[in-house]
């Protein structure tokens, strides 16, 4: 069956965000005493969660699936903190981090070259393009719009906020990667899964593609070969929708979008 829904992530896949996510980290690390984590490390420690427990993870590391008492590696050497103590401060956490990304993100975003080519070849051959990030919703929406992109997209979907009075199980029962995100995305009625494809950057994005049963292309725009990923995907969707535009056409955007990059 044709592919006729390309679910996006958004950060370091279509839109480069790294720069705001690593200075809102570094605040929270500050906020502690903890020395700053690169963003690979980051990204290791936190791939694949769901969104109410990234900031245990990064403050914590693995340890943090252990359960009290939690550790944090502060500068002034390690110090421990019972399960409610871990609640504030991963409240705090949330509060420094969205602080800043809410002052900061529209000015440090910018689409990733090979974005628009994607978009368009999908809209011009009725692939339905949809967004699903860990990102908040409001954040998410602004961003996307802030760039000129709101128009190319059918459903965006960002992980809900985390709401002290929500049950847990709901709120993880609608973040990414879980199933029901997808679920939530297409308000109850999702495509079948063999309509779909996932592109994304990281181990959320596999997982999420895991949990729908369809395949998924992973991508990081920061790393050298980044960019031309954007334009394998147009091969992979064309030669599953019956060559539109014949094979060579990811290898043909790969070169003029290097092209382009030495001008």
């Given at each position: 069956?044709?592919?006729?829904?390309?679910?996006?992530?958004?950060?370091?896949?279509?839109?480069?965000?790294?720069?705001?996510?690593?200075?809102?980290?570094?605040?929270?690390?500050?906020?502690?005493?903890?020395?700053?984590?690169e963003?690979?490390e980051?990204?290791?420690?936190?791939?694949?969660?769901?969104?109410?427990?990234?900031?245990?993870?990064?403050?914590?590391?693995?340890?943090?699936?252990?359960?009290?008492?939690?550790t944090?590696?502060?500068?002034?050497?390690?110090?421990?903190?019972?399960?409610?103590?871990?609640?504030?401060?991963?409240?705090?956490?949330?509060?420094?981090?969205?602080?800043?990304?809410?002052?900061?993100?529209?000015?440090?975003?910018?689409i990733?070259?090979?974005?628009?080519?994607?978009?368009?070849?999908?809209?011009?051959?009725?692939?339905?393009?949809?967004?699903?990030?860990?990102?908040?919703?409001?954040?998410?929406k602004e961003?996307?719009?802030?760039?000129?992109?709101?128009?190319?997209?059918?459903?965006?979907?960002?992980?809900?906020?985390?709401?002290?009075?929500?049950?847990?199980?709901?709120?993880?029962?609608?973040?990414?990667?879980?199933l029901?995100?997808?679920?939530?995305?297409?308000?109850?009625?999702?495509?079948?899964?063999?309509?779909?494809?996932?592109?994304?950057?990281g181990?959320?994005?596999?997982?999420?593609?895991?949990?729908?049963?369809?395949?998924?292309?992973?991508?990081?725009?920061?790393?050298?070969?980044?960019?031309?990923?954007?334009?394998?995907a147009?091969?992979?969707?064309?030669?599953?929708?019956?060559?539109?535009?014949?094979?060579?056409?990811?290898?043909?955007?790969s070169?003029?979008l290097?092209?382009?990059?030495?001008?």
């Open positions: 069956m044709a592919i006729k829904h390309l679910l996006c992530d958004w950060d370091e896949t279509l839109a480069h965000t790294l720069t705001t996510t690593k200075n809102a980290y570094d605040n929270v690390f500050d906020t502690f005493n903890m020395a700053h984590k963003p690979s980051i990204k290791k420690l936190t791939g694949g969660k769901p969104k109410s427990e990234i900031f245990g993870y990064m403050l914590c590391g693995e340890s943090f699936a252990k359960g009290e008492p939690y944090l590696q502060t500068k002034d050497g390690p110090k421990q903190y019972s399960q409610k103590e871990m609640e504030k401060i991963i409240e705090r956490a949330h509060f420094t981090f969205y602080d800043y990304i809410e002052k900061n993100h529209i000015k440090d975003a910018s990733i070259e090979g974005t628009v080519n994607l978009l368009s070849y999908c809209r011009n051959n009725n692939v339905k393009l949809h967004i699903i990030s860990s990102k908040s919703p409001e954040y998410l961003e996307v719009k802030h760039l000129g992109l709101e128009s190319f997209f059918d459903k965006i979907y960002g992980s809900p906020k985390i709401n002290p009075n929500e049950d847990i199980a709901s709120l993880k029962a609608r973040e990414k990667p879980n029901g995100a997808f679920v939530a995305m297409f308000d109850g009625n999702p495509p079948p899964a063999n309509e779909c494809l996932v592109i994304g950057d181990s959320a994005d596999q997982k999420l593609a895991d949990n729908i049963g369809c395949k998924c292309i992973r991508i990081d725009a920061s790393q050298p070969n980044g960019i031309e990923k954007l334009t394998q147009i091969g992979i969707i064309d030669s599953e929708n019956d060559n539109r535009l014949g094979i060579p056409i990811s290898n043909i955007l070169s003029l290097k092209r382009k990059s030495k001008e």
